[in-house]
């Protein structure tokens, strides 16, 4: 996931370099596809739920062989992870495991109740509910709601604030919520939430209204990031994209406010389960393409350790990806979801990287030049 996290509030972040190996620690599991919103962006095409979707033994086991493997904190999404009504049996089996929880979530099915639940029968650390704009009729029309939707969901994000909960809101990147961006900056700071986290586009599953795989966002995102890093008491930036540090916009906010790369671990430390137990590198890779194996039968750790799927993003020189590229042992190769969606190939090129950009445009500068001499 291509991910930029503006943070107001400080807390835990560190540098890391997340190229270097590591066993298997985090897990994203989709747990549902059923979802009550029908958002034009959904990086699972959640909708209804799936008629093999993992049970509940079948799901408790997978904690079990997860806390097995070393997994120590289990970021849980869907469709709408609450659609499950065996969450919270889910959240407590993984605290006897010892087993942190993090919690993607829209927000509309939250309460009082189910988060004072959460608070004492599980470790859950943090919330991020979908705010892709603040304008109710606009707020609607994205995630096919009635109206009202959005006031739901502002007030489920004061519930998860008044219990405790590290509060992140999260927006889809597309040309309808780009100028909303500094709207909800200002509203986070008002609320005292304590990050607006960017997902920019990754074409790899439901992705109408949004901007081109190749587009360059952080350009599109350079006036918000500007007017975050105008703010002196806003904190930090971290950026879970490959190649943002080599950007000029990241560059030049660099000389304004502290920007951490934190690259991506997709198979370098973590892997993903999907609502029927399928595994995947990669949270946006739900993907016959990108699956290494099966939570139902398979081993976590010899899946993570020995497949070929997950040697590719841990080792893209032995692939041919970026070979030429001095960059490549630090960014490792880009994004392997963007350069999937953009080659239909795991070990394709991310055309959406600057410097790839910049090589190509001189390449074919010089192959204009030439043929113009021919």
Known sequence: MLDIKLKLKPGHTGERAWMEPSPLRTLFWNVTYACNYGCPICFTDGGSAHPDELTTGEALEAVQKAAEAGVGDILISGGEPFQRKDLLEILACMAKFGITARIASNGSLLTDEILSRLRRETLTKSFQISLDTINPV??????????????????????????GFHTTVSVRMTPLTLPEIPRILDLAEREEWSTVTIHCPLHTRRISES????????????????MFCANRERWLIETYIPWAEYHPVIRRLEKSIRII???????????????TGWLSPCVCMDVPEAYVGNIRTDNLTDVFQNSPTCDIFRNPEKYGICESCPNLMRCGGGCRAAAFALCGRLDGQDESCPIWKRKDTQRASMLRMAGERL
């Open 211 to 226: 901007f081109q795989q190749d587009e360059d966002v952080l350009s599109l995102l350079g006036p918000a990031l500007e």
């Open 138 to 163: 606009a707020f609607a029309e994205f995630h096919r709601v009635p109206i009202g939707a959005l006031h739901q969901v502002l007030e489920a994000l004061r519930l998860i604030k008044g219990h």
């Open 261 to 275: 790369h934190r690259g991506c671990r997709a198979g370098r430390d973590r892997l993903t389960i999907n609502p």
